[in-house]
């Protein structure tokens, strides 16, 4: 499906280009999504995906992963049947929901990009995403918020009086998003169409040739997986540490003054989402040291592999990005929205949201710029505390650049037919967007 969409893509930008005599604008448009691919994008995600992947091995090394895992157990094994309760996998996918949850996009792509690695080494057909894979996509995509905050900030700073306001829709929207792209992914996963193919025959026998040899002894005073058991000195320095970002909390929600429950609960989740790569950079470390192991050789292992990840998704980015870029340019946004437009607001679907709409599984930037736009004093009536602005908030909280994850996600370990993974993402966003207007016509009219 993704081949067809990007095909589309290309081929309609260059056709509308060529009737509205805008082919130089299309050129230009393509040259500079892959630039933006490379030097925008890709070549800061090395340092990130580095770091990221180094804090992983540590905490993986130490044994949180395993103890994250074994506390959602229950939940990750109805979700993915398919992956072992105690892989790695399973903790590097909480790991990425925790992150996105929060908010933290920096955090959460790298960790996702590591969860998928772990899914990949239990894939026996290579270049075909498994059902794991395709599960944790629709997830991702449709992951629920707690606080949508660079959302919030946008309509702080076109100066809604109460920017928080889109905090409780977003979050009702994006849990009917998460259950429709859950359950339309274990859905489309057993139709014909989307089928798992045979296991080839030669990776069937490398599986059963490759075998892991039984592991060996660990090293005198330490443990294989997790190192020494904490003595109670450093469960001390533990608990110390962690009420230091305790107080730091407390005092970052007093600083911010809260004057009603709606905004303290928004200052709460606010600080949380500030504190916590601070705190996961540190305590991942920390927790590795005092289990004995030596936290600078392990993170240096890590992060080796965020160079080589970064690499493989240049190409990705390039073809999704110059499609939508492309796409974008030539129009094909505005001629659809002038299209459906009058279909839409007659079943009471708001027409100043379509080029939102269509721009969100494409592009996180587009839909920002588009949505800057919206809220501003003359882009909505009422400015930025309107109906209307408050749809768009909770749209963009509650919805995902399907199409960029996928395209991201799926090129660190090449994976070249993605299955089902494209159309439980874009149902979870239609399903987003929806309930978001209707949620907001609920709490807002």
Not at 55 to 83: H, N, Q, Y
Not at 226 to 251: H, K, M, S
Not at 273 to 300: C, D, I, M
Request: charged share 10%; glycine share 10%.
């Amino acid at each position: 499906m993704l081949n067809w969409i990007w095909l589309g893509l290309v081929v309609i930008s260059v056709l509308l280009g060529g009737f509205s005599g805008q082919l130089d604008v299309v050129t230009k448009a393509a040259f500079k999504s892959c630039e933006m691919a490379v030097v925008n994008i890709a070549i800061p995600y090395i340092g990130l995906i580095a770091l990221w992947l180094g804090v992983m091995r540590l905490a993986e090394k130490a044994g949180l992963i395993e103890i994250l895992a074994r506390g959602l157990r229950p939940v990750m094994s109805r979700l993915f049947p398919d992956v072992p309760p105690n892989h790695p996998a399973m903790g590097s996918m909480l790991m990425n929901m925790a992150a996105n949850m929060l908010g933290l996009g920096n955090a959460a792509t790298p960790l996702g990009l590591k969860a998928m690695q772990d899914l990949e080494t239990l894939n026996p057909r290579p270049g075909v995403a498994s059902n794991a894979m395709c599960t944790f996509l629709a997830i991702n995509t449709s992951s629920i918020q707690l606080v949508p905050a660079s959302t919030v900030a946008f309509m702080a700073a076109a100066g809604a009086r109460d920017p928080t306001a889109i905090i409780g829709t977003a979050f009702l929207a994006t849990l009917c998003s998460t259950v429709v792209g859950i359950s339309a992914a274990k859905f489309l996963e057993k139709l014909p169409g989307y089928r798992l193919p045979p296991i080839p025959e030669t990776a069937a026998i490398s599986t059963l040739s490759e075998a892991p040899p039984p592991a060996a002894p660990a090293a005198p005073g330490r443990e294989a997986l997790g190192g020494v058991p904490i003595p109670l000195w450093g469960l001390l320095i533990l608990a110390v540490y962690f009420g230091c970002f305790v107080a730091f909390g407390v005092e970052t929600v007093r600083a911010a003054a809260p004057d009603s429950p709606g905004a303290f609960v928004a200052a709460v989740a606010q600080a949380i989402s500030l504190l916590a790569v601070p705190f996961l950079l540190s305590f991942f470390p920390l927790f590795a040291a005092l289990k004995r192991l030596p936290v600078y050789e392990e993170f240096v292992e890590g992060a080796k592999e965020g160079f080589h990840v970064a690499i493989r998704i240049i190409p990705y980015l390039i073809a999704i990005l110059v499609a939508v870029g492309m796409f974008r340019a030539a129009g094909g946004i505005k001629m659809i929205t002038d299209l459906l437009g009058p279909v839409l607001a007659a079943v009471g679907f708001p027409s100043e949201l379509m080029p939102l709409v269509l721009m969100r599984p494409l592009s996180g930037g587009g839909a920002n710029g588009i949505f800057v736009e919206l809220i501003q004093a003359g882009g909505a009536a009422g400015g930025p505390d309107s109906l209307i602005s408050r749809m768009a908030g909770s749209i963009m909280g509650s919805t995902e650049t399907t199409f960029y994850v996928i395209a991201v996600y799926f090129g660190s370990v090449a994976i070249k037919r993605s299955r089902h993974a494209v159309p439980a993402g874009l149902l979870a966003d239609l399903t987003g967007v929806i309930a978001a207007i209707i949620i907001c016509r609920m709490v807002f009219a």
